[in-house]
């Protein structure tokens, strides 16, 4: 069992600690007050505990980030010292919204938020991963009629054992993980969040992966 904190109690945050609580794991949901999040999360686990966010990143041993990309950087940097020694589990992407609504431009092209989080956070394993689908698919890959791929992007090898450990946790086969290499490779996998709204736009919201075809 691991300890496991979630920052961000939104569609992304509390899918995630339903599926982790059911799995076994200690699952803490954080969110910008303890209160408001247990609130907006009604009929997750009742093993599942609800903090700040800066107790969640303190108390809890591997840590997933799943607030809004375009301000994640910002928030976190402030956990600085409450992340340090620990994995962080970067499944957010960073852009800025289209008028209506659906994401547009990368916030960072040349780069990606987890090589910038890696920066800010040198004492923090930046692991990133389940970004390139829908919310839903992230817990249930199995619901797709084509098997989807899970990308793994990090510079320690021992956080991404972990986190392909923690991935078999969601559902996620091990020769369905694409491990991409270190958290540069990560730029490649937020970039193809720019093919998201145009298949939401002609599809509306239906489970979907950006998956590798062998």
């Known amino acids: 069992m691991t300890s496991i904190g979630i920052l961000g109690a939104g569609r992304v945050g509390t899918n995630l600690a339903g599926k982790f609580s059911a799995a076994g794991h200690h699952v803490t949901l954080g969110g910008r007050s303890p209160e408001d999040t247990a609130a907006r999360s009604a009929g997750l686990a009742p093993r599942i505990a609800f903090a700040d966010q800066?107790?969640?990143?303190?108390?809890t041993e591997v840590v997933i980030n799943a607030t809004p990309g375009d301000s994640s950087l910002d928030r976190l940097t402030g956990l600085r010292t409450e992340l340090a020694g620990k994995i962080l589990i970067d499944v957010s992407n960073a852009t800025r919204d289209d008028g209506d609504g659906l994401p547009g431009d990368l916030c960072y092209p040349g780069s990606s938020?987890?090589?910038k989080l890696q920066a800010a956070l040198p004492d923090t394993h930046v692991v990133k991963t389940l970004n390139t689908m829908l919310f839903m698919v992230m817990t249930a890959p199995e619901t797709l009629a084509t098997p989807p791929t899970v990308y793994l992007s990090g510079d320690d090898e021992h956080a991404k054992r972990t986190v392909t450990g923690l991935l078999g946790d969601l559902g996620w086969q091990p020769e369905r993980i694409e491990d991409l290499g270190d958290i540069t490779t990560a730029r490649a996998t937020e970039a193809m969040i720019l093919?998201?709204?145009?298949i939401l736009r002609r599809h509306g919201?239906?489970?979907?992966?950006?998956s590798l075809a062998r």
């Open 54 to 59: 800066r107790t969640t990143a303190r108390t």
């Open 113 to 115: 938020l987890a090589e």
């Open 195 to 198: 093919v998201v709204p145009h």
């Open 205 to 210: 919201f239906k489970p979907f992966a950006v």
